[in-house]
Structures are given as C-alpha cells and as structure tokens.
C-alpha cells in the first residue's frame, strides 16, 4: 500500500501535459513533505498531519486543471467535476447497451443482419448525444440558477489506489462479470423469453436445442459461473499468474470444445429457429455461419490463452 502523497500525487499528475510531470511531481511532492514537516516539528502526529496537508490542498483534479491551466469551467466552475463524473459513467455503458439490445431485436426481426447492426451503432450514438445534452442543460441550470446540491465534500478517503503494474483494474473486472452475469442469465432465460417469435402465432422462440436443457447447458453455465470466481480472482491478485492461465485455459477450453462439438453437429441452435429465417436455409448459409461461428470460437480462445501466457511472462521479466 502505498502513503496517501503517493496516491494523491498519481491522481494530480494524471491530466497534466506529460513533458511537465516530472517538474510538477518534485515540486508537489517537495512542498507537500515540508507542509508535513512543518506540522510534525510542533508534535503533530505524521500521518494526522499527511491527512490535514492533503485535505488542504483539495480535490486533485482541481489542482491538475490549475497547473495545466484549464479552466474547470462549463457555465460556472462550481459544478463542472461532479458533471464531468456523471457524463463519464453514463456514457461508459448506456449507449453501448441500448445500442446492443436495439441491434439484437432489428436482427430478429428481419433478414438484414448488416442493418440491424447499424442500427444499433446509429441508436448507440443517438443515445450519446441526448445524454450529453440533457446531462449538460440540467448542470448549465443550476448553475445559472445558484442551486444548492449539497454535493459531499472531497477528502483523502477519496484518492483512487495505487495502479502501478497492475494488470486488471476494477474497470476491466467490472466490465467482464457484467458480461458474464448477462450470459448466464440469458442462457436459461431464452427458453421462455428469447426476443424471438415465432411467423405464425408470436410465441416465444428459443434460440438453442431445448434439448441443452437437461444435458449441456447446465455443464457450460458452470463454466461460466467458474470464470466470474476467476475474473475475481484475477482482479485480487492484480496480475496475471501461471496458476491463472492455467485455469484460464481450462476454462476456456471446457467452454469453447462443446460450443464447436455443438455447432458442427447442428446440435446448438432450435431447428425452429434455423427454419425462422429463410436466408438460413438457402444455399449454404447455414454451413457458412456455422464455420464463421466455430473459427470465431476457435480465435477467442487462442487469443485469450496467448494473451494471458504473455501476460504472465512480462511479469516475470
């Protein structure tokens, strides 16, 4: 663990211009470490004193905004952080998943897969755009209009940890355990509500053998419910290991040699949902997604393992 100046220092330096880091890192650390002295020479104790210097100088980003000479400013400076924090998180993830969920239910609908997937990029940037307005018009009018949110004020408490060779942040961690948890949960939701109907009475229809019920599909939501314990492991030890690529690999492999067994032996998708869409049953299209599905499948995998064997070594070197 490193000391709170330590954290406080990374959080400054992290927005100001690169070729000034170095001079503005001495220099901060130089006066942060005689405020501290300054204090500890009365009888302060040093890490009361550490927190008080810190809290003094405030919220790091408004101390980098002020060596980089940038206004913190959209209207007023007095709400423009906790904007930029809000718009940063909404924009992190609900264009993306308004834009998947609109592309999937255009490409149930219809024969045009290359349509349906620009349609949810053109609904993913849609969604982008109206949130930074209504996000930005709703800042813009209270500060127009002085009002109070009683926003908490900053403190040390708030200093992101140390990020230093750490290969998996929380982020990436997140973000794959939420994919995750929505596989898993869709696998058996899809029985009862897939998305997908059926031409002749709008029913329910599902997009795997129903027959997976009882024999694979319980096997490979397992797997992935091991690899949300991986991901989590993967994030407690903050790098990858040669224990973690082993299981990785294994994981990886118990879930991909089914999926491919599946493909390849018209075993994975209802036989109602192949004949839903005519396109599927013409020529050879059927083989074609097949092959495309299975050399996907094939190239994930082998892509994730080297990833996390050259992940592994560069730490060791």
Not at 120 to 139: C, D, E, K, R, Y
Not at 182 to 211: C, E, K, W
Not at 217 to 233: D, K, N, R, S, Y
């Amino acid at each position: 663990m490193t000391s709170l100046t330590d954290r406080y220092l990374a959080a400054t330096l992290r927005t100001v211009p690169a070729p000034r880091r170095e001079e503005i890192a001495a220099e901060l650390r130089a006066s942060i470490e005689d405020m501290i002295d300054g204090r500890t020479s009365g009888g302060q104790d040093t890490a009361v004193a550490e927190r008080e210097v810190l809290t003094e100088l405030g919220n790091p980003a408004q101390l980098a905004a002020r060596y980089a000479d940038r206004r913190l400013q959209l209207i007023g400076p007095t709400y423009y952080l906790a904007w930029e924090r809000l718009l940063k998180l909404l924009l992190s993830f609900v264009p993306a998943t308004v834009g998947i969920l609109v592309g999937l239910l255009a490409a149930t609908d219809g024969e045009n897969v290359g349509g349906a997937v620009g349609e949810g990029i053109g609904t993913a940037f849609q969604v982008a755009v109206q949130i930074a307005f209504w996000a930005t018009l709703v800042f813009a009018v209270l500060e127009r209009t002085n009002a109070k949110l009683d926003l908490p004020e900053w403190s040390v408490d708030q200093l992101p940890e140390d990020q230093t060779g750490r290969q998996i942040t929380l982020t990436d961690a997140a973000a794959a355990i939420g994919w995750l948890v929505l596989v898993i949960a869709y696998l058996p939701m899809q029985h009862v509500r897939s998305f997908v109907t059926t031409t002749a009475d709008g029913d329910n229809l599902p997009i795997l053998d129903p027959a997976l019920r009882s024999s694979w599909l319980p096997f490979l939501i397992a797997v992935l419910i091991a690899t949300v314990g991986l991901e989590i492991a993967k994030y407690r030890a903050g790098r990858w290991t040669w224990p973690l690529v082993a299981v990785n690999a294994a994981l990886d492999l118990a879930f991909a040699v089914p999926v491919v067994w599946l493909l390849l032996t018209d075993r994975l998708l209802n036989p109602e949902f192949v004949a839903r869409f005519e396109w599927l049953g013409r020529g050879d299209n059927l083989d074609t997604v097949t092959t495309v599905a299975v050399a996907g499948t094939i190239l994930v995998v082998l892509w994730d393992v080297v990833d996390s064997v050259v992940k592994a070594y560069r730490n060791l070197h």
